[in-house]
């Protein structure tokens, strides 16, 4: 079946490190690829998203590319700040699986950068 | 903008004893989905809907129910609460079109003592 690893976290590092969290899926057919962000005591929200092999999506200076050769969507960032410390989630959508739709999601890593 | 709404935000319950988690959405979304969500586990699918009058089983339905009269709500029900039930509940929604993200509500925190 679908699934969706993810590095583990937790990941620290100082204001203005290079971020690298890595992702790679399991999937039949075709899925969408999505990061999504959680802050404290929040819910879940898109970060970026991409809909099919090369395709880059980014937001916030946070970039994905969906690397269908190696079944993988890291995310990168170049200089995190403070307010980027939450917990990022990978996730693939196959959206006609059964006639409806499922989000598969990883574990989840968190993110702790200090000043 | 109220898209994914969820009440109670906070709740405790006594095992054995039932409660509706309500989830109530704005945007005329046909698919609506229940998560848990536990430390190292990321989000597990306990129920969804992909329109009124229709649900389907997740990953864990064990010991939830879920019913959608409605496009606008889909309450999520415990039979009887275990202690292995505490954990964070998201109710998320998406429109039909096919690569779109889910929109989610804020959670609910349950505790089962």
């Known amino acids: 079946g679908n699934s969706v690893t993810q590095m583990e976290g937790p990941v620290t590092l100082s204001e203005e490190a290079f971020l690298t969290i890595n992702c790679t899926y399991t999937a039949t057919g075709y899925p969408s690829l999505f990061w999504y962000v959680q802050y404290p005591g929040e819910g879940l929200q898109l970060l970026l998203k991409a809909t099919k092999a090369d395709d880059k999506g980014s937001n916030k200076g946070f970039e994905a590319t969906y690397r269908k050769e190696t079944t993988s969507f890291h995310l990168e960032k170049g200089s995190v700040q403070v307010s980027d410390s939450a917990v990022y989630f990978c996730?693939?959508?196959?959206?006609?699986?059964?006639?409806?739709?499922?989000?598969?999601f990883g574990a989840g890593t968190r993110l702790f950068v200090k000043a | 903008n109220a898209g994914v709404t969820q009440t109670p935000k906070f709740q405790v319950l006594k095992t054995g004893q039932s409660m509706t988690l309500q989830c109530a959405q704005d945007m005329n979304h046909e698919y609506m989905s229940w998560y848990r969500q536990d430390p190292g586990m990321g989000l597990r699918l306990i129920h969804y809907s992909v329109g009124a009058g229709i649900t389907d089983q997740g990953e864990v339905p064990n010991g939830y129910n879920v019913s959608r009269s409605t496009t606008e709500d889909f309450p999520l029900r415990l039979l009887s609460a275990a202690p292995s039930q505490t954990s964070v509940y998201f109710c998320?929604?998406?429109?039909?079109?096919?690569?779109?993200?889910?929109?989610f509500g804020q959670g609910t925190r349950l505790t089962v003592v």
């Open positions: 998320a929604s998406s429109p039909r079109q096919s690569h779109t993200e889910a929109f």
């Open positions: 996730a693939l959508s196959d959206p006609w699986y059964t006639g409806g739709f499922k989000t598969i």
